[in-house]
Every structure is written in structure tokens, then in C-alpha cells.
């Protein structure tokens, strides 16, 4: 899950213009993640870092810009500088974009780190770092953000496939479109019966029977999409939002558990049959 941060932003004589791929002989604007690394110490210079950019507030905290969520993405590798106090690290932006905002010294950034190196810095929950980030948390009681979240979160290609089937679920309920919905909610969760394709290992601190638990609890979420044909009323609508968030949460939980390897999966080695898929009728 990803990190929400606040941060100024300092302009840097020697530093790298990321639109360019080249040293800045002009220098560049740069948002000083410092309090990330104070708060994450594993953090190192060089380091590849993927942040989507939210907005830009300038010396008087007047919002100057706003962008769509997960619209402008970023990027780049840390840079380490020296003061005379301390040691600062910074993300700095292309000058396209600053040039055309109007960038200037002591603006502040507001953004979201997916990644760093690659992998999630806080796999499952977000962080909030920086003076008012924390009143950014409503963007993640949306659960359309939240799964948008886990798709630039997670690297596994299954549940990726999964997540994107989930949205369509949520935007086809956010338009009232109940039964595609639901078609879609029955496309992630068979999504996610294919990671039961392959050889499973199961850590020592799980029960050797979490797949078949997990493949009932996908068989009974299917089986609520599967029911009738078209319905009128609120029932179903109240009912296809819960398997949505029941399927977003059990797509956080497959994630956690394959990030922390009390899962593993080996996409090598194929079984014979999927138990998700034993005795299926409908």
C-alpha cells in the first residue's frame, strides 16, 4: 500500500532534469522527502521511487494545482544532498512541469509513493507523512481509489487482472448497471481461482489447508453473484456493493500474504487441478 506525503519543495543547483534524463545545468526543482527517510531509514540514494503527483500548494498554502487521481505519475531516483546541518534527500520534478506551474521555492507537493525499489514501502496500510497529510485520508474511502491503489501496488499479474475486473465492477455499480456488475465481480473472483492453477506453499505460521479455505470463501462469493437473473430493487445493488468489498479485501489480503511469504506461489510448476474448481455447481 502506498505512503501519502506532504512535502516542500527546494530548488537544487545540481540536480537531474527527469523529463531530460540529463544534469540540469540551470538546476531544477526538487520535493524534499527527508521526513521518508527519517520515517523509512532502509531508504538509499539512487534508489528507483514511483510517486503520482495530487498537487502542488504554494508559500501561502494556496492550492495551485490539483490532478486527477493516479493521472501524473513520476518517476525517478533519490537524490542525496549535502548541508551544512544535514543530509536531505529529494525527488526532483521535470522542468516541463515546473516551468509551466510556476514552481517556486517553498512550495509544497502533495503525493503518493507506490513504490519504492520496486516494491510496496508499507504493504498493507497506508502511511501518512508530512504537517496535514492526514486530512488527504478521505481519498481512501473510496474503494474505485482504493483499488486503483492496489493496482500500482501490487506486482503480481493475477491480481492485477483481478483488481482491473473489480473496478469495472465499481464503476458499472457507481452507474446503476447492477447486473454488469456483477458480471464483472464474477470475472475477478474467477480471476482469482487462477492462482490455485499452480503449486502453493504455505508458510509454517498458516494452516496447510489455507487454499481450500480461501477457494471456499471464493466458491460462496460466486455463488452470490451467480444467483437469478435480473432483479429490481435494493437488495441486489446492497448486496453486489458488499461482495465488492469483500473481493477488494480478500485481493489486499492474497497480496499481503504473497508480499510477506507466507504464501508462495510457483507459476512453474502447473497442478493437475485447481481445488477452487472441485465440485463446482451452479
Same mark, same amino acid.
Given at each position: 500500500?502506498?505512503? =501519502? ?6 530548488? =537544487?543547483e545540481?540536480?537531474s ?8 545545468? $540551470? ?6 522527502i ?7 531509514p532502509?531508504?538509499?540514494?539512487? !534508489?528507483?521511487?514511483?510517486?503520482f503527483?495530487?498537487?502542488f500548494i504554494?508559500e ?6 490539483k +490532478? ?5 505519475r513520476?518517476?525517478? !531516483?533519490?537524490?542525496?544532498?549535502f548541508?551544512?546541518l544535514? &543530509?536531505k534527500?529529494y ?19 502533495v503525493f503518493?509513493? &507506490? ?13 501518512y ?6 486530512k488527504?485520508?478521505?481519498l481512501f ?11 500500482y501496488?501490487?506486482? %503480481? ?16 455499480? *457507481?452507474?446503476?448497471e447492477i447486473?454488469?456488475s456483477?458480471t ?11 492462482? +490455485?492453477?499452480?503449486?502453493i $506453499? ?9 487454499p481450500?479455505?480461501?477457494?471456499k /470463501?471464493i466458491?460462496? /462469493?460466486?455463488?452470490?453473484? %451467480? #444467483?437469478?437473473?435480473p ?7 446492497h &448486496? &453486489? *456493493?458488499?461482495?465488492l #468489498?469483500?473481493? !477488494?479485501?480478500?485481493i489486499?489480503?492474497?497480496s ?7 504464501i ?5 510448476k502447473?497442478?493437475n487441478?485447481?481445488?477452487c ?6
Amino acid at each position: 500500500m502506498p505512503v =501519502l506525503m506532504i512535502s516542500s519543495i527546494r530548488f =537544487l543547483e545540481n540536480c537531474s532534469d527527469k523529463s531530460k534524463e540529463e544534469k540540469s545545468p $540551470k538546476g531544477c526543482y526538487c520535493i524534499d522527502i527527508s521526513d521518508l527517510k527519517y520515517r523509512f531509514p532502509q531508504i538509499k540514494e539512487d !534508489k528507483e521511487i514511483n510517486i503520482f503527483l495530487i498537487g502542488f500548494i504554494d508559500e501561502k498554502n494556496k492550492i495551485i494545482k490539483k +490532478f486527477a487521481l493516479f493521472k501524473e505519475r513520476l518517476d525517478g !531516483k533519490i537524490l542525496k544532498e549535502f548541508d551544512i546541518l544535514n &543530509t536531505k534527500y529529494y525527488i526532483c520534478l521535470p522542468t516541463d512541469i515546473s516551468d509551466e506551474l510556476g514552481i517556486g521555492q517553498d512550495y509544497k507537493a502533495v503525493f503518493i509513493i &507506490t513504490k519504492y525499489d520496486n516494491k510496496p514501502l508499507v504493504p498493507g496500510y497506508i502511511k501518512y507523512v508530512g504537517t496535514g497529510s492526514e486530512k488527504y485520508q478521505k481519498l481512501f474511502k473510496n474503494i474505485g481509489t482504493m483499488l486503483l491503489t492496489l493496482l500500482y501496488s501490487i506486482d %503480481n499479474e493475477i491480481l492485477h487482472e483481478a483488481i482491473i475486473y473489480a473496478f469495472n465492477a465499481y464503476i458499472k455499480l *457507481k452507474k446503476g448497471e447492477i447486473e454488469d456488475s456483477r458480471t464483472w465481480l464474477r470475472k475477478a473472483l474467477e480471476s482469482l481461482e487462477k492462482i +490455485f492453477n499452480y503449486e502453493i $506453499k504455505v508458510s509454517e505460521i498458516e494452516s496447510k489447508e489455507y487454499p481450500k479455505y480461501i477457494c471456499k /470463501l471464493i466458491k460462496t /462469493l460466486k455463488k452470490f453473484v %451467480n #444467483y437469478g437473473g435480473p432483479h429490481e430493487g435494493p437488495a441486489p445493488e446492497h &448486496t &453486489t *456493493k458488499f461482495i465488492l #468489498y469483500v473481493t !477488494k479485501k480478500l485481493i489486499e489480503h492474497l497480496s499481503y500474504y504473497i508480499y510477506n511469504e507466507v504464501i508462495s506461489i510457483d507459476l512453474n510448476k502447473p497442478l493437475n487441478s485447481n481445488p477452487c474448481k472441485e465440485n463446482e455447481k451452479y
